[in-house]
């Protein structure tokens, strides 16, 4: 029942974060990014699982957070360069690292709630 009710909420954030990106200049990256989540999380609820899918998806998304975390203004340079300033004070990424660093754990995030229908399927 727990999982259900996670995937519940996933699946309507993940939705949610899709629409909000869609006035975004790479609209069609993640707002497929946050689609393909959402229609997972959503289709777990009515216990339909497709564990290629997921590996396939968990992929994608890890290894374009590794590139995110290694990229110019990424992960590790608002960690090193820039000594991990807040990334939450406002929703305006005025400083470039902002972007690359949301995008980062959006992407792990994704792939945990991804995971979990992957471990956990009851």
């Known amino acids: 029942m727990l999982l259900i009710i996670l995937n519940v909420i996933f699946c309507l954030a993940f939705a949610a974060f899709a629409y909000v ?27 339909k699982y497709y564990p290629i899918g997921y590996l396939i998806a968990m992929a994608f998304y890890l290894v374009y957070a590794v590139k995110l975390f290694f990229a110019k203004d990424g992960v590790r340079d608002w960690i090193v360069k820039y000594r991990t300033p807040s990334i939450v004070e406002t929703m305006q990424a005025t400083k470039p690292y902002i972007e690359q660093t949301r995008e980062f754990f959006g992407l792990l995030i994704i792939t945990g709630a991804l995971a979990l229908d992957y471990f956990v399927v009851p």
């Open 21 to 47: 990106n869609l006035n975004d200049v790479d609209a069609f990256l993640w707002v497929s990014i946050y689609v393909v989540a959402s229609v997972f999380c959503g289709l777990a609820v009515f216990g």
